[in-house]
């Protein structure tokens, strides 16, 4: 049974990406140590988030994703080892309440609070890069980020300040079950995060593969302007937030602008200067607070990138990036189509086509296959579920038979034959 659970509940852009590749990329070796990671992909934790944190977009999932929560919580109470670990950022913005229904639901488990944050003036052209993939269009230099009292603000200072988010999550804990694991400023060592974070969860003892490929998911000045235009043209389908997350940021913002070449985004006096009063106001209290910091709150010293603001991206460099776009688009279209087996007979001019309807179908029947397979790995883990409690049953008889046998049978029938042969004497005579 689990005895710790280790809630990794942000902050966000702060390697929380590069955390969960390797918690998901070493899931076996990890469970071979007796250690969780809870949720079988990103999507079951996504939907758990939305549900602690009662967002309206919860409402809107189908009925049998909107216990994605107490599927998470039946999994690690049911977990045989000693300790799992649940991972995504966006817990951070849950009110103190539902941070507490939630810590709740997990009584009689050991729950440490994991927050991981870095250079707070680092986070800020990061939030509102991260809000352009849902649809913003507010120039860098015009946006400010939502105060912590937001209640519904994901991409602001409520889940990118350590402080908000441990006052939160860390309300009904003892100071020492807050961690607090800071980004390292020196990309010296790229896997001292993952150092870091171990230690603690109390799982840096295990071996664990690394060697893992970095995925790109920030845009530069030029990309980001680009998006930010895109933006101001979207309308219906691309008019909610699972669309937009597909396409917008995952195809567009990911595959393709991403993986240009570009110059660091930059942040106003203003920005900074807020920056500053947040980061100084966060190690003194955090230094003050009994949590245990993993690394060094320095880390946490807010220093000015040296990038462009939206104003500063000229029309002609828009216009190159979207050309690259719609090359890079264009050399993923064809490479889909031809990669795509053909019928014998059909000619080689008709491929493309081909490749273009199977695109199409794919996209259109994805959601329900997605649907779908999600059901029946839910089945899965019902029908596991059962079996263990089959299991359990059958030692619980087996246990009481051994009762029956000691208070009934004189030591020296207690056998084999003789044994059943007296209880089905007793039975017949008895009952």
């Known amino acids: 049974m689990t005895r710790t659970v280790y809630l990794h509940v942000g902050s966000p852009k702060s390697g929380t990406t590069y955390l969960q590749r390797i918690l998901d990329g070493n899931r076996r070796k990890l469970a071979d140590a007796g250690v969780l990671v809870v949720g079988r992909n990103q999507g079951s934790r996504v939907q758990a988030a939305l549900q602690v944190r009662q967002d309206p977009r919860w409402e809107k999932l189908p009925a049998d994703r909107q216990d994605q929560w107490g599927r998470l919580v039946r999994e690690i109470r049911d977990w045989q080892g000693d300790t799992a670990i649940l991972s995504y950022e966006l817990f951070s913005a849950a009110s103190a309440e539902q941070a507490a229904a939630a810590i709740a639901d997990l009584e009689g488990i050991d729950v440490h609070v994991v927050i991981t ?21 507010t120039p860098l230099e ?8 937001a209640p519904r603000s994901e991409w602001g200072w409520r889940t990118t300040d350590p402080t908000s988010v441990a006052e939160r999550w860390g309300a009904g804990l003892a100071a020492d079950r ?14 001292e995060l993952w150092r870091r974070f171990a230690a603690a969860c109390g799982i840096d003892g295990i071996d664990v593969d690394l060697a893992l490929p970095r995925v790109n998911e ?32 995952d195809t567009l913002a990911h595959r393709v602008i991403a993986q240009r070449d570009d ?13 500053t009063e947040r980061a100084e106001a966060a190690i003194a209290a955090l230094a003050a607070s009994g949590h245990v910091i993993h690394g060094d709150l320095e880390d946490l010293r807010a220093t000015r990138p040296t990038g462009r603001l939206s104003g500063d991206v000229a029309d002609a460099e828009v216009l190159e990036a979207a050309l690259d776009a719609l090359l890079a688009l264009l050399l993923a279209w064809r490479s889909d189509a031809t990669a795509s087996p053909r019928r014998a007979g059909t000619p080689a001019a008709e491929a493309p086509a081909g490749g273009r309807l199977r695109r199409i179908a794919t996209r259109v029947t994805s959601p329900a296959v997605d649907r779908a397979d999600d059901r029946l790995r839910e089945r899965i883990e019902e029908l596991e579920a059962e079996v263990a409690a089959g299991r359990a049953l059958h030692q619980r008889v087996a246990m009481l ?15 084999g034959t003789v044994t059943v ?3 089905r004497k007793y039975r017949a005579e008895s009952l």
Do not use: C, I, Y
């Open 117 to 137: 944050s870095r250079d707070l003036a680092r986070s800020v052209p990061s939030a509102w890069q991260e809000r352009l993939k849902f649809g913003l269009t």
């Open 142 to 149: 015009e946006w400010q980020p939502p105060k912590a009292e």
């Open 178 to 191: 807050v961690h607090v694991v800071t980004v390292p400023r020196s990309a010296g060592d790229p896997t």
């Open 218 to 249: 920030s845009l530069g000045a030029v990309g980001a302007e680009l998006l930010r235009r895109v933006n101001s043209r979207l309308g219906a389908p691309l008019d909610n937030s699972r669309e937009r997350a597909r396409w917008l940021r």
């Open 263 to 275: 110059e660091p985004l930059g942040m106003t006096d203003r920005q900074f200067a807020e920056a």
């Open 401 to 415: 038979q051994d009762v029956v046998t000691e208070l009934l049978l004189p030591a020296d029938v207690q056998d």
């Open 421 to 423: 042969a007296a209880l």
